[in-house]
């Protein structure tokens, strides 16, 4: 194991002695627990982050966001185009009614589609208040 002497500012010091007393109060034994294995933990811990920071492969989230609604959009017209062969098929199995009947009954799946997508945006998102 290899050793380093270094310097480090007084509120690092205060903040790695208070993680070390922490586990010592939390039941751990001086055997289990040192100043310097918490250290090492820490620098550990340090290094995987500053390696994920400085990968390619680091999370983006504009592309992630931008793949998201791609996904979601393609997802949304093709359910559009399965409920228009649906309601074509049943339309005409049922007698027919032509376009006429299929556009209503388009037009009252798709209203009931933005209500249920409405209701869900005010139960699961908080509306920002209006300014008077």
């Keep these: 194991m290899g050793r380093m002497g270094i310097y480090v500012k007084d509120k690092i010091e205060k903040e790695i002695r208070d993680i070390y007393l922490l586990d010592i109060q ?14 090492n933990e820490l620098l550990r811990l340090g290094l995987i982050m ?7 492969d680091t999370f983006n989230q504009r592309e992630f966001n ?5 996904k979601v959009s393609g997802s949304k017209e093709g359910i559009m185009i399965l ?10 199995s049922t007698g027919g009614g032509g376009t006429e009947r299929i556009d209503s009954l388009l037009s009252q ?4 589609i933005d209500n249920s997508e409405s209701d869900a945006d005010s139960r699961h998102f908080v509306k920002p208040e209006e300014s008077e």
């Design 26 to 39: 939390n039941g751990a034994s001086p055997a289990e627990v040192s100043l310097s294995s918490t250290c």
């Design 66 to 70: 931008r793949e998201l609604l791609r």
């Design 109 to 112: 799946y798709l209203a009931e």
């Design 50 to 56: 500053h390696k994920a920071k400085n990968t390619e």
């Design 83 to 92: 409920l228009t062969m649906m309601t074509e098929l049943y339309v005409n």
